[in-house]
């Protein structure tokens, strides 16, 4: 804010807010949304589903290591970040935030990846040699019990947690939208369907994460990718994306009428900065198209290999369209001020703490844990190829 | 004790949890300072701390126990409850000396000054009195306004007022 005096408000000078705030919901949105696609397994009991269940626990593992990373990344200072911990402040949205990601993180996805892979992990510490083994060694708990009743008791314990992950994943990422939602000096996020949208888009851009990874991954493998799974995730995608294409009309439908003093601004810069990444890749590439797709999909028989490439270009396109969503709630959010008079500019950086190299980086890196914690756990669905026996009585 | 037979690994799970919540503690005792929370959310020994700093300010009664005559002036004016200290700038130094004079402080540039606030801005209160860059250029404020009252009485020199504008707002 050097050299700016006298009457400004904060985004008429630069942008706070740069790509990492764009990744940051992007992200939770991934885990929450991959945790939902795995809950249909467990809770819903939709069997046709289950290839993907312990990648979907995995990709939102993954992924939920890295979600606060943009974050740390942004406000610099990573050692101030366990102060949040040690002295919340009740009136912080953030700082309760915190908890919820520590709860999601250890009660909700390790301890169902645990109970989930107990009998592999004890099967591995036994067979497994050297530090891998240890490893195995240290994550059984000194517990080697994988008796029929107690892997019974860790499937009612894993239903249980899989009931508590769910209004958890909900409130993951319903805080996210909250936090944007609540702040009512910005017109643009200023909305209480803001937390909604959010969980619905998250959702849609997590199952459709998990699709992909599942049809890239058993294509890598040289295996036959499930369609009766693949469809079945199709079908989940196509009606949980018609219920976030409603909310977020709604909320459209629901400024224009209302057309407060903001809307002409808003109303503007949509058709004007905002043209390319709200209406071009937001509405008619990344929601229509692939609903339009998914749409085609659902109402016509079309053959095994036509669906799958539908598949991949509507889940591919969702990704994209969610990321719109995202930059243009973020970075549009901050586009104009409250004086509504004129417009500023984002401008990428490549190189720099907040630039596009950093972006692509944290993009890529919930891929590498993934990479790594598939060589651990692995979730692939021929369990015959872990070689783990029976449980003992 | 059948009933727990199968229970041990979700104990052992349960137990790292206790464990965790109980370092959680332990390093929180040592790391949170120990004043923290004394008069609200923030460390108590801050207030100490910022107390104990060097001031500055000698704060506005400083100054009208020696300038009565503007004090006076001032507080008629427009400018009543502009501290004095927010264009003359920290003057402790000046008002704490034995002799104020050594201390004297500089006397602001009013062209640069004034412009702080009254810079036309199409952001500002429309009565709020601003200024453009053709309101009497290559003049100083305060060669028509008194800086301590800046409202005039009467208009400035026909001449120079032909060749510019009045400021929006307020009382020109």
Redesign the interface.
């Known amino acids: 804010m050097n050299g700016v ?5 904060p985004n008429e000078i630069g942008l706070q807010w740069s790509i990492l705030i764009v990744l940051y919901p992007y992200i939770t949105g991934l885990v929450a949304g991959a945790f939902i696609l795995a809950s249909l397994v467990r809770i819903f009991r939709v069997e046709a589903v289950r290839p993907t269940y312990r990648l979907a626990l995995l990709t939102a593992l993954s992924f939920l290591l890295v979600a606060p990373l943009p974050l740390q990344l942004h406000l610099g200072h990573p050692e101030r970040s ?1 102060e949040m ?3 919340p ?1 009740s009136t912080s949205a953030m700082a309760m935030f915190g908890y919820v990601y520590l709860w999601y993180l ?2 909700v996805l390790v ?1 169902e990846i ?1 109970l989930d892979y ?1 009998a592999e992990i004890v099967h591995f510490s036994k067979t497994k040699k050297g530090l891998v083994g240890f490893i195995y060694k240290v994550m ?4 080697t ?1 994988v ?1 029929h ?2 892997l019974e ?1 860790d499937e009612k ?1 894993g239903w249980i947690v899989t009931l508590i992950g769910i209004p958890s994943a909900f409130i993951l990422h319903g805080y996210v939208g909250f936090i944007f939602g609540s702040i009512k000096a910005n017109p643009w996020w200023n909305s209480p369907l803001m937390p909604v949208v959010f969980i619905f888009s998250a959702m849609v851009s997590g199952i459709s994460a998990v699709m992909l990874l599942y049809m890239a991954t058993t294509k890598l493998r040289g295996l036959k990718i499930d369609i009766a799974c693949v469809d079945t995730i199709a079908m989940y995608l196509f009606y949980t994306f018609i219920i976030d294409f409603a909310v977020e009309s709604l909320d459209l439908i629901h400024r224009i009428y209302e057309a407060d003093e903001s809307f002409r601004s808003l109303n503007f810069m949509v058709h004007t900065k905002l043209y390319i990444p709200h209406i071009v890749i937001q509405i008619m590439l990344g929601t229509l198209t692939p609903l339009i797709l998914l749409a085609i999909t659902q109402l016509f028989k079309l053959p095994e290999f036509v669906r799958k490439r539908i598949y991949v270009i509507a889940g591919s396109l969702i990704m994209v369209g969610v990321f719109a969503m995202r930059w243009n709630v973020v970075i549009g959010g901050q586009l104009f001020s409250k ?1 509504f ?1 004129g417009y500023t500019t984002y401008k990428l950086a490549l190189v720099t703490k907040e630039g596009l190299l950093a972006a692509i980086a944290l993009c890529i890196l919930p891929f590498i844990f993934l990479y790594a914690l598939q060589h651990f756990l692995p979730p692939w669905p021929e369990k015959d190829n872990t070689g783990v026996p029976e449980a003992t009585h | 004790m059948s009933a727990f037979k199968n229970t041990g690994h979700l104990l052992r799970f349960a137990g790292l949890f206790v464990i965790a919540f109980f370092i959680f503690l332990i390093v929180r005792h040592f790391v949170v300072p120990k004043s923290f929370g004394e008069y609200g959310h923030y460390r108590g020994n801050a207030i100490k701390e910022d107390a104990a700093r060097p001031s500055y300010y000698a704060g506005h009664e400083a100054c009208e126990g020696c300038h009565s005559d503007v004090a006076d002036k001032k507080s008629h004016g427009k400018h009543a409850h502009v501290n004095c200290e927010a264009c003359h700038g920290p003057q402790l130094a000046h008002a704490s000396a034995d002799d104020p004079s050594k201390h004297k402080p500089v006397l602001p540039d009013t062209t640069v000054l004034c412009k702080q606030c009254h810079a036309a801005s199409a952001a500002k209160p429309k009565n709020f009195p601003q200024v453009g860059d053709d309101h009497m250029p290559g003049m100083a404020c305060k060669d028509c306004h008194n800086p301590h009252s800046p409202a005039m009485d009467q208009a400035p020199a026909e001449k120079t007022a032909s060749t510019s504008k009045a400021p929006q707002g307020g009382k020109k």
């Open positions: 005096e006298g009457f400004m408000y366990p911990y040690f002295t402040h250890m009660a301890f645990w107990r059984t708990l000194g517990s019990n008796s009743k107690a008791l314990i004086s008079l």
